[in-house]
């Protein structure tokens, strides 16, 4: 929603204007969990990937891509602290313990740039791309995929896209050589509870290719055909390949920062699933089937191309669900050709009271919000409304296969809670905008009587009519006081309706994870 903007008060006459445009906007914040503490100021070598450079910035504890040297010339530049020639001539080389890890810019000079290693205090010139390269290769600390993704991603970092096939032996800047033959390391980007967070994984080209070449049909003989046709085809792409530990390697990542964040089974399994709808939509797939699912993907597939459409990702959801302990079933809707996850809840929060709470994969929702929309496929998220978020009519017909039994989920009261409050809240702003309104148009109405006044006045006052000009003072300064009287309420209120816009934006924005 966009602020009221202010009136700003005008003594005896001011024809003032105002913009009355009322609208829910929505800004962007970020946060993050606090990195390793040891390793603020390092620079990081990333030796399970291609030896990725990063450097931990000490004020936030966050991570920053360094890329090419000159890319990393011109952020440290960036992130530079300045100082003066005579504080550096003190330094003697070595800078106090209170600057570890930070780039000193000579500002006094021509800008050079000095790194501080955390590990000695001692100063590295930054003068060409080449000496941050030397840096690099000279300070970097070789790092783990695993360890690196508990430091949190900068919001303003450039990002590394790894997507590569390592088919041949890789050597880092450091020498060290990854021996890899036919692994695959991606990273995903994904967030939760508005935080960054990234991360790596190993993938088999091989095993990727055995799920690709598999036949993707059920067959059965005629004499024996199963009761649910459905449910048997669905359960194919919910059975794991001999040597396939994906699933247990993401989680056990995945928990890793759980623990480090003392979250609940409940947190971890939404984290878990904000990686899944993170996941990119792939468009191009459906539109080259007539937007049926004509290839569906197993989870190993999803994750190796991290790209999927409904049926993909619900699969690799569930399948994430159930290796959490969790009951899980997909959920298919057939009138409008989508499909989503059902994760386990009491039965009062379920769809349809079927004992399974919609989970929308193609976009980040909260569990047990029904998407208002859904576009080429694609789940969309509407900001101005509230009140329709749990109701499932908008679905049409609801098909529940490949139901288990496990842990309930317990979150979607808080959920609900959740948009009830946001719910209230829009509706308050917008009583409150009538209200403005309705006083901006007084306003007008007193300014316009006034301006009459003002003018009968003045025409008095030419025509040497004073002792009529005098007859309409006192109640011309009675309308001035009032009028004013009448802004200053109305600057109050106005005052009050934006800290009011700002929380719900931010409420909107939390919600949304925009």
Not at 104 to 109: I, R
Not at 121 to 134: K, V
Not at 438 to 462: F, H, R
């Amino acid at each position: 929603m966009r602020n009221k903007k202010s009136i700003f008060l005008g003594f005896l006459i001011s024809i003032l204007a105002w913009n009355a445009n009322f609208s829910w906007v929505n800004g962007l914040s970020f946060s993050s969990v606090k990195a390793i503490s040891n390793l603020d100021g390092r620079i990081l070598l990333q030796v399970e990937s291609h030896g990725e450079a990063w450097y931990v910035n000490p004020l936030n504890s966050q991570r920053y891509y360094l890329g090419r040297p000159s890319d990393a010339l011109a952020l440290m530049r960036q992130l530079g602290l300045g100082i003066s020639n005579a504080d550096l001539a003190v330094f003697n080389n070595i800078a106090p313990r209170r600057l570890a890890g930070r780039i000193l810019l000579q500002v006094q000079a021509q800008g050079q740039a000095y790194y501080v290693n955390p590990t000695n205090l001692r100063l590295y010139y930054l003068g060409r791309p080449t000496d941050a390269f030397d840096l690099m290769k000279s300070q970097g600390l070789g790092i783990s995929n695993h360890d690196l993704a508990l430091i949190p991603l900068s919001s303003s970092s450039v990002v590394p896209q790894i997507y590569v096939d390592t088919t041949v032996p890789t050597t880092l800047n450091t020498g060290i050589s990854l021996n890899a033959t036919t692994s695959t390391i991606h990273n995903f980007l994904f967030k939760y509870k508005n935080n960054n967070y990234e991360i790596f994984q190993n993938f088999s080209s091989s095993l990727y290719q055995s799920y690709a070449t598999t036949p993707k049909v059920y067959t059965y003989s005629s004499n024996n055909a199963p009761s649910d046709l459905r449910n048997s085809f669905y359960g194919l792409f919910l059975t794991l390949k001999t040597g396939d530990s994906s699933l247990d390697d993401l989680i056990g990542q995945l928990r890793a920062l759980a623990v480090k964040n003392n979250w609940t089974d409940d947190q971890l399994l939404e984290f878990t699933i904000s990686l899944v709808q993170y996941i990119p939509y792939d468009h191009a797939k459906l539109s080259l089937s007539d937007n049926r699912n004509t290839n569906p993907y197993f989870p190993y597939e999803t994750l190796y191309l991290d790209r999927g459409v409904c049926s993909d990702k619900t699969f690799l959801a569930v399948s994430l669900m159930r290796r959490l302990g969790y009951g899980a079933a997909i959920l298919d809707f057939p009138d409008l050709n989508h499909s989503a996850a059902g994760i386990a809840c009491p039965l009062v929060d379920s769809i349809n009271g079927s004992g399974y709470c919609y989970v929308e994969t193609t976009n980040y929702f909260s569990f047990g919000i029904i998407p208002q929309s859904i576009n080429s496929g694609q789940a969309q998220s509407s900001d101005n409304q509230f009140n329709n978020l749990f109701d499932s009519s908008i679905l049409g017909t609801i098909e529940i296969y490949q139901k288990t039994t496990g842990k309930t989920y317990q979150g979607v009261a808080a959920t609900r809670a959740q948009v009830a409050n946001l719910a209230l809240a829009k509706n308050e702003l917008t009583t409150k905008e009538v209200e403005i309104n309705d006083l901006q148009n007084n306003i007008t109405a007193q300014e316009t009587n006034l301006t009459s006044v003002k003018t009968q006045m003045d025409d008095y006052y030419k025509n040497g009519q004073i002792s009529q000009y005098n007859s309409l003072v006192a109640s011309y300064n009675v309308l001035v006081n009032n009028y004013n009287l009448t802004v200053n309420n109305y600057q109050s209120l106005v005052d009050a309706y934006n800290i009011k816009v700002n929380n719900f934006n931010q409420n909107v924005n939390d919600f949304y994870q925009k």
